[in-house]
Every structure is written in C-alpha cells, then in structure tokens.
C-alpha cells in the first residue's frame, strides 16, 4: 500500500505526462467537437432526407446556418439515432414518418427584433450579422398574423401520409381537412413549416394560406393566380409605414 509521501512523487513524476496528454488531445478533442455541432456533414451523413439536405444548401440558410441552428434535441437521442442507423437502415421515402418541428424560439433567435435568447445561433454567421437580418414582426402583415389567434391544429411533428411521402398520388387541396384544437397564437410554423415545406423551403404557399383562408376569395382569378400574387408585398412592407385603410379613405 502507498504511503501518503510515495503518491506525491508519483503524482508528481506523472504530472508532464498528464499535461504533455492534455496539450496534445485538447486540438483534435475540439476540432471533434467543431465538427460535430458547426458543420452540416456531421448530420447529413446520417439523417434520412427527401431533398431537405439540397434544399437546405441551395437556400440562404445553407450559407448562414448549421443544422443545430433549428434543430436541438437531447444528448441520449443522438446514440440512439445512430444504433438506429447501424441497426435499421432507413430509407427514403419509407421510412420518413413525420416532418420535424421547429419552434419559434429558434426562428426567433434571427428573424424577431429583441429575441429573448440567440444562444441557439451557432452557424458561421455572427451575431452582429444577426442584427441586419430584416424582422419579421416589423413588417405589416407579418406582424398582423403574429398578434392573431387560430383553432387549427399546429403542424409539429406531422406524421407524413403515404401521398406526402411519394407513394400515393397528392390529394387535392380543396378535398383537404384541416383538424381544429384549442385556440392558441399562430406562429411561424403555420405558415412556414408542415408537409407542404419539406425540404428546407420555407416559403410560405397558397396552401398555408388556405388553411385559414379558404372563404376570403372565391373568384376564378384567385384559383388560378394564387394569393401571394397579390399579399406577397404585404408582408414585406414595414409596419409603420402602412396606413390604416380609414386613414387612406380620409386622404381619397
């Protein structure tokens, strides 16, 4: 048994050979760590993807985000998505059951004036970058559906139907049936997430407005045109500097 004395010489003969290991694995440790949260390949190897991963790359996200910008998720999930991966090997579209949700939080984080938290922020853009990003609760229609309530059942995790996934023919948007829940604000994803944006396009279409919108228009110009031909600029003109539709009735 060591005495007290004898364990200080070896802890202290050891000592370079501790810092010597420390110094030398502390670059490939963090260039690990780098590798694995602030670059896209980390997660794109694996992950089973219909066109999210060209989608992403082709997008202005592609330039300016990793994937754990949008994406969090527990430490013990990502072992088991990877003995899923060894075990299982999903394919595509199969396998792909449901689209992943985002929330607002982390949309917020780049596209809302005075986001509460931007700790999510991790790809190469830098926070000062952030800052020039036009936002969206600044601009008139974005900002008026932000302050509006709907019934609709939100689109997180939305198990993907067998026309959505490939297999079956797409049903057509006036035979679809929108499921109601309890009353809650609209986010981001009601208009920019669901089936209709996989893929990583999150430009909002006709058929995220119809949700909503189903009775607003019925002429023949609006079924062939679509809606965003005409609101489109709506929501990028900023708030303060549309009018009232009384005031603009008052000046005419």
Known sequence: MFQWPQIKLILLFMLPSIMLGVLA???PGYQLYKYTWYNANFC??????DYA???WAQSPHGATTTCHDCHHQRLRDYLKEMIVMIKDRPEFPKDLHHTPYVKKELCAACHVSNAADKSTITGPFE???VKKIPKVDLSHLHS???KKKTELKLLNHH??????RGIEKLQPLHEMNFERAE???ITCADCHGGPQNRGHNFSAVDSSCIR??????TTKVTKEVGCRFCHFQDFMIPANLKKPLKELKTEN
């Open 144 to 146: 008026l559906h932000l």
């Open 212 to 217: 909503c919108h189903q009775e607003t228009h």
């Open 53 to 55: 991963t060209i989608g």
């Open 183 to 185: 009353s809650r604000n």
């Open 127 to 129: 926070l000062e970058d």
């Open 159 to 164: 198990e993907l139907s067998p026309s959505e």
């Open 44 to 49: 794109t190897s694996c992950h089973v993807h």
């Open 25 to 27: 694995g502390s670059y």
